[in-house]
Nanobody, 127 residues
Framework: QVHLVESGGGSVQPGGSLRLACVSS????????MGWFRQAPGKEREGVAT???????TYGGSVTGRFTISKDISKNTLYLQMNSLKPEDTAMYYC?????????????????????WGQGTQVTVSS
């Protein structure tokens, strides 16, 4: 069974940046789809970004232009570069993976499309 471990979360002021990393115990090159999700207290889990096996990316509307998802197959690591952070970005961020190819477009951002999850890393944006 593949295990995912996130890191890189923390506290940052509005306008700041963070880079999250997700290390996989398995070969991420065989993952059909990987993604980042977030969940704030009292809210549903929200799709942030996904990346397909061929590198195609999809972003949620609230992060487009500010966040960038990428992967380094040689390091079995998924990244999320977050710039221009806002207080509303505060949440627990989760890494996810699935063997199936990403669903097309924004459908890929549905949490039900993923079967493997990390434990999460907290991001807090506050002045």
């Amino acid at each position: 069974q593949v295990h995912l471990v996130e890191s890189g979360g923390g506290s940052v002021q509005p306008g700041g940046s963070l880079r999250l990393a997700c290390v996989s115990s398995g070969y991420i090159g065989s993952a059909g789809c990987m993604g980042w999700f977030r969940q704030a207290p009292g809210k549903e889990r929200e799709g942030v970004a996904t990346i397909a096996q061929d590198g195609t990316t999809t972003y949620g509307g609230s992060v487009t232009g500010r966040f960038t998802i990428s992967k380094d197959i040689s390091k079995n690591t998924l990244y999320l570069q977050m710039n221009s952070l806002k207080p509303e970005d505060t949440a627990m961020y989760y890494c996810a993976a699935d063997r199936r190819e990403c669903f097309p477009g924004i459908i890929s951002l549905l949490s039900s499309a993923f079967t493997t999850w990390g434990q999460g890393t907290q991001v807090t944006v506050s002045s």
